[in-house]
């Protein structure tokens, strides 16, 4: 088994200067994205990312070495790119298809998605990890848009789960 990769920040640089080549736009979403607006560090092993287009950026990825599958909704539009990076970190690439992933476009700040948007992908994944950075964004006490978060909670079927976040951790939150 291969030991846990252990600097994937070192991997946003060239993704992103990658993407701004071939005009494709990205964001920083998963855990590097929550390490940005947690209030205490914790480790992640990945990348995770989301632009706006394929483009080209599947042959330009294949050219730099990266090894990927690239998967397709059912009506053929491809919406994740899949794979590692040269030195074998593992990476997602997620296509937009929905509303929400071209918000996350929008309202990113600098590289990185918004913390808004971060909490609504952890509510989504809701694994321990998520939910350890849905509490820790809380507890930076950063300003949150709680009818954003709401919004797409009620659009991705998570509305229980923000209710239970709020009611565990929301005292933090600014309304």
């Not at 291969?2 to 005009?23: A, D, F, R, S, V």
């Amino acid at each position: 088994m291969k030991p846990p990769y252990e600097h994937p920040e070192t991997w946003i640089p060239p993704i992103m200067q990658l993407c701004e080549q071939l005009g494709v736009e990205c964001v920083v979403i998963g855990g590097l994205a929550a390490l940005r607006w947690r209030a205490k560090p914790r480790k992640t092993m990945d990348a995770d990312f989301v632009v706006n287009q394929l483009g080209e950026l599947d042959k330009a990825l294949s050219e730099a070495g990266f090894s990927f599958r690239i998967l397709f909704e059912q009506d053929g539009a491809p919406y994740l790119i899949n794979g590692t990076t040269p030195d074998g970190m593992h990476l997602d690439i997620f296509i937009t298809s929905t509303p929400f992933e071209q918000d996350v476009l929008k309202h990113a700040i600098g590289i990185y998605a918004s913390p808004e948007d971060v909490i609504i992908y952890k509510l989504i994944a809701w694994r321990p990890q998520d939910r350890d950075d849905i509490k820790s964004i809380f507890e930076s006490g950063r300003e949150l848009d709680v009818n954003y978060i709401a919004h797409y909670a009620e659009e991705g079927g998570v509305t229980d789960r923000w209710q239970q976040a709020l009611l565990q951790w929301g005292n933090e939150v600014s309304r």
